[in-house]
């Protein structure tokens, strides 16, 4: 039977930044099961690539304070590109309630050693770019170390650095249960055959409860359909903008290519494994376009390179991360509510931390573990994009 120190369930960007981390820090015979032919087929290659520090928990900010530096440096550190573009995200406040509620952040993020973030007025937005209709904005806060990375880039860059390493990768391998014992984690069964092995990782994204339910965990996780629209080429709007939030309706687009990349929650959807783009998506999207850019109104779009992903949503819109206590060698990286990207060197590093040593000083580690639920100690996320 095939043995292993470590094995991960799930080669998106999550269990690459783990694997990556785990065999920098010298465990080196870990496997990492990849269910589908290829990596990135699920959540990672569709996702959006933002990386930002504007956030309203301190334990969220942390997680950015480690994760955008490591992007930032990720070329030099494991020598693969992810495409790291330090273009900012900017967010524009409609109300005074947005403003009161950016200015809370911004001391938070202050406070924890964010440098180069900033409130900017409503006048000082409208003359960054002209092009929006900014009549209403009346302020809003600015990071230019956040930006956007290659998601597939970054997932690869990751696992290719682990597997020089020692890591190995198996693709094809769904699983298909997990053996307990008395002393906990003892086997993964997988399409591949069994793997001996005492410590697992859950990073399997949308599909982690079913991961869990083998370890007779119940995971408080839901999938959430995600869609996003690329247009065709177009040159009335600068691309060096930076990640634009129109905090009014949360419609958000950022430059991708020579075109621009549309995102918008629509509070209409609903739970469930939804992987197909509704095209009834397109004029929502382009209707609150073109009210805030009013040049999108000529955004050319074409429907067939719009695409669908799936957010893994907690209750309280923050990762699950660490040991099962009921099944000890059982942990857990899931749950990131859409920030799975850009917290992923982060939660590199808090994993391998907690497999290998039983502690990490990145974050307060018990903040976000799985007993929370049960204890009714959730902390909420509201900046969710």
């Not at 095939?2 to 783990?18: E, L, N, P």
Request: glycine share 10%; aromatic share 10%.
């Amino acid at each position: 039977m095939q043995t292993a120190d470590v094995v991960i369930i799930g080669g998106g960007i999550v269990g690459s930044s783990i694997a990556c981390h785990l065999t920098a820090s010298g465990c080196r015979n870990v496997l990492v099961l990849e269910r589908e032919s290829a990596q990135g087929k699920g959540s990672t290659g569709k996702s959006m690539g933002g990386v930002r520090a504007q956030f309203s928990t301190p334990v969220n900010i942390q997680m950015s304070l480690y994760s955008i530096p490591f992007y930032a440096s990720f070329d030099e550190k494991l020598g693969y590109p992810c495409d790291y573009r330090p273009q900012g995200y900017l967010f524009c406040a409609t109300t005074e309630k947005h403003m009161a509620y950016l200015r809370a952040n911004y001391e938070k993020q202050v406070a924890m050693g964010l440098k180069n973030v900033s409130l900017l007025s409503g006048n000082e937005i409208r003359s960054m770019f002209p092009q929006l209709q900014g009549d209403d904005i009346v302020g809003g806060s600015f990071c230019s170390s956040d930006g956007f990375v290659d998601p597939y880039s970054a997932m690869n860059g990751f696992m290719s650095w682990a597997m020089d390493r020692g890591a190995t990768l198996w693709k094809n391998a769904v699983v298909t249960g997990l053996k307990v014992d008395d002393r906990g984690i003892a086997a993964v069964e997988t399409a591949r055959g069994p793997v001996s092995t005492r410590r697992v990782v859950n990073c399997a994204g949308a599909w982690a409860r079913q991961v869990a339910q083998f370890a007779g965990v119940d995971l408080p996780l839901e999938p959430l359909r995600r869609m996003l629209v690329p247009s065709e080429p177009f040159d009335q709007f600068p691309h060096t903008a930076p990640m634009i939030i129109d905090m009014s309706n949360g419609f958000h687009f950022r430059p991708e290519n020579r075109g621009f990349l549309l995102a918008w929650n629509d509070p209409e959807e609903t739970p469930g494994f939804k992987t197909d783009f509704d095209p009834g998506f397109i004029e929502k999207i382009l209707t609150r376009a073109a009210d805030r850019v009013p040049c999108f109104a000529d955004l050319p779009v074409n429907p067939k390179r719009a695409w669908a992903g799936l957010y893994e949503m907690t209750p309280d819109h923050h990762p699950i991360l660490g040991e099962v206590p009921a099944v000890p060698g059982f942990f857990l990286a899931n749950g990131f509510s859409g920030h799975g990207v850009m917290h992923a060197p982060a939660t590199g590093k808090i994993l391998s931390d907690l497999i290998l040593h039983g502690s990490t000083d990145l974050i307060d580690a018990s903040l976000l573990n799985f007993a929370r639920f049960a204890e009714d100690r959730m902390i909420h996320e509201t900046a969710v994009l």
